[in-house]
């Protein structure tokens, strides 16, 4: 399944995701891939054997259509991410002073509680796959919104709910417990560590295993289309709505390595008046929580410090 122009959801070709041999053709091809869709093609490969244990992928790569494909970086990238959702999920089932085997519902919302397939979730590891039932209830920030909009005294119904909460913060980055289950995850997902070895090392730590055989969590969805319960009128496409900033690149060899390395294809070089620059779209650019371009650079020409909004 691809998302077209308008963000439907269209049927494209089915794959080979070894040999990259169409199996079945379709005029709608896929140019990248979403959160959701690498949440898929996990579950499927690792049901499948494709990844016999996260990260080795029996065949090197998978090949998902023309220069895309998910490699074992890409996966160590996914894991660490998917690794915090879980460490942080077990993290707070240990500090309430529960049992895995006391979680009855799962709540999923936002992206994760419309669009993720909660099985396939539960079968990497971002849903607890021991919950006794999942309910995935779509964008509530958005529903709410919405209700507070068309009924003002939905407000005050809010306001005195909030009033009646009463909750326990914690911190995971200041958590020994969520440090101790992400060591774990970092070296299942990135490292090869098998799920014995895991609970091996949660011994040692003094926090309990973790099943080893997935439950039979029944799932329950209250939420599918987020964006359609807002209006009518449909999604509208609003094109360039960033600005382009550029630094000056000195010492550029023109090795464009930088632009090889964007993740997000935002930036390019360019010269002018004898000068060359590093040029960024903004609408694009992951900014400073990326800064591969800089990196991977090698005279230093760029620093994504001295940036100026181009006219």
């Not at 122009?5 to 080979?16: G, N």
Request: one cysteine or more.
């Amino acid at each position: 399944m691809v998302l077209d122009a308008d963000m439907e959801p269209q049927k494209s070709y089915i794959i080979d995701p070894v040999s990259g041999e169409i199996i079945k053709d379709s005029d709608i091809k896929p140019v990248g891939i979403t959160g959701t869709g690498v949440i898929s093609v996990l579950s499927v490969a690792m049901k499948t054997g494709i990844i016999e244990n996260p990260p080795k992928l029996k065949y090197g790569k998978i090949l998902l259509g023309d220069d895309l494909f998910i490699t074992e970086d890409d996966i160590k990238e996914a894991g660490k991410a998917i690794g915090a959702i879980r460490a942080a999920q077990l993290t707070l089932i240990i500090e309430s002073g529960l049992h895995y085997d006391d979680l009855e519902n799962m709540y999923m919302t936002g992206a994760s509680g419309g669009y993720v397939d909660a099985e396939k979730a539960m079968h990497i590891g971002s849903c607890p796959d021991f919950s006794k039932k999942v309910v995935q209830f779509g964008n509530t920030s958005l529903a709410l919104a919405r209700e507070i909009l068309l009924d003002e005294s939905k407000l005050d119904e809010v306001i005195k709910l909030a009033g009646h909460i009463t909750a326990d913060h914690l911190m995971m980055a200041t958590s020994g417990t969520f440090k101790d289950f992400y060591s774990c995850e970092l070296s299942y997902w990135t490292e090869g560590m098998t799920k014995d070895q895991y609970n091996h090392f949660l011994s040692i730590y003094g926090l309990p295993a973790l099943p080893l055989e997935p439950g039979t969590a029944s799932v329950e969805k209250r939420s599918s289309e987020n964006i359609k319960n807002i209006s009518t009128s449909g999604v509208e496409i609003v094109e360039n709505v960033g600005i382009t900033i550029e630094e000056l690149a000195v010492g550029c060899t023109l090795c464009h390595k930088c632009e090889k390395e964007c993740p997000e294809n935002a930036i390019s070089i360019v010269e002018r008046d004898d000068k060359r620059f590093a040029r960024y779209d903004t609408q694009k650019c992951l900014g400073t929580a990326c800064k591969r371009c800089v990196r991977i650079c090698p005279v230093n020409a760029i620093t994504y410090e001295d940036i100026q909004i181009l006219d």
